[in-house]
DNA sequence: CCTTGATGGTACGGAACTCATATTATATTC
DNA sequence: GAATATAATATGAGTTCCGTACCATCAAGG
């Protein structure tokens, strides 16, 4: 027998995987952001603005794909809420620059504690070799995902 | 030097590897769901309803965390656009069964393709063992964020 | 049967959200 | 220093969300 099949049927379980993966992501995003009393959109701009330290709003509207108009009430929401700060760019009086407010990222991580807690046993079982392995593989999937977007029709 | 620093390290980066991939995975998704005029939340509805063949109302406002009135406006939409069917179960005449239309698959994979394409390419650079590894990683956090959706709290 | 209570799905309406466009303030260019 | 471009927000019309009420159907007990 060949190995081709094999390495084919593996690649479309990897791929099949991998989407419902992101779909129970999805879904646990969801009922993360129900928690905390933000939409999904929120919440995902809430994290891009944790992860990417501060930045302007138009920054993340190029990187979250909103509408401008969108983001400012996004920004509304989450300011009023306590989430983030706005302040002016010194260097640029247009600009503004959001920030997450310090202390508040552990509400939002205890919500995931139970996936972060389950992720970890599950890395328990591998060696380290394979930790690796996995490591690069998810940091390629999640650039491959940032590229397709790029790459999207219209 | 310990080998548990290192283990402990791979933990912290699998960890934000996979949060990272999951909110590309998101942004994809709401691109995605942009091109086809749904929103996200109609586009995973749509995914689950094609995954997991005819189901009721009920069972996808369980499986996705909406609210029951939510879902009705999400099923007008999907079916209005024609995305899906829905006809009476002939066992129990309150109920709906609601099925993807066959064939408006390919719309969706089409705009997932770059994203499957590149997936594939980076699946040819590992040996069929450490897929099968990947593949049972997958699998097994998949049904990590299932469990994490039961045990939140409320 | 025929009540009684539970369940599946939807209708309704007010609150919240999205987004095209207009507006204001500042920066850049010629 | 006038013209143009850019950053962010205000505005308002259209859409979506969800608590509640409602109707149809089923299941159990008398």
Same mark, same amino acid.
């Given at each position: 027998?060949?190995?081709?099949?094999?390495?084919?049927?593996?690649?479309?379980?990897?791929?099949?995987?991998?989407?419902?993966?992101?779909?129970?992501?999805?879904?646990?995003?969801?009922? @993360?952001?129900? #928690? $905390?009393?933000?939409?999904?959109?929120?919440?995902?701009?809430? +994290?891009?603005?944790? !992860?990417?330290?501060? /930045?302007?709003?138009?920054?993340?509207?190029?990187?979250?794909?909103?509408?401008?108009?969108?983001?400012?009430? @996004?920004?509304? #929401? $989450?300011?009023?809420?306590?989430?983030?700060?706005?302040?002016? +760019?010194?260097?640029? !009086?247009?600009?503004? /620059?959001?920030?997450?407010?310090?202390?508040?990222?552990?509400?939002?991580?205890?919500?995931?504690?139970?996936?972060?807690?389950?992720?970890?046993?599950?890395?328990?079982?591998?060696?380290?070799?394979?930790?690796?392995?996995?490591?690069?593989?998810?940091?390629?999937?999640?650039?491959?995902?940032?590229?397709?977007?790029?790459?999207?029709?219209?």
């Amino acid at each position: 027998m060949s190995s081709v099949p094999s390495r084919a049927k593996l690649n479309g379980v990897i791929r099949d995987s991998l989407r419902e993966l992101g779909l129970q992501l999805a879904l646990l995003n969801f009922q @993360v952001s129900n #928690r $905390l009393k933000l939409n999904p959109g929120d919440l995902n701009c809430l +994290d891009i603005i944790g !992860r990417h330290g501060p /930045l302007s709003p138009s920054t993340l509207t190029r990187l979250s794909g909103m509408h401008p108009a969108t983001m400012t009430g @996004v920004l509304d #929401r $989450l300011e009023k809420a306590g989430w983030i700060n706005r302040e002016r +760019d010194p260097n640029d !009086r247009r600009a503004v /620059l959001v920030s997450a407010v310090k202390g508040r990222g552990a509400e939002v991580l205890k919500l995931y504690s139970g996936m972060n807690t389950s992720v970890a046993a599950i890395s328990a079982s591998y060696s380290e070799a394979e930790l690796a392995v996995l490591a690069d593989f998810l940091q390629r999937c999640k650039d491959a995902a940032e590229e397709a977007i790029d790459e999207l029709p219209d």
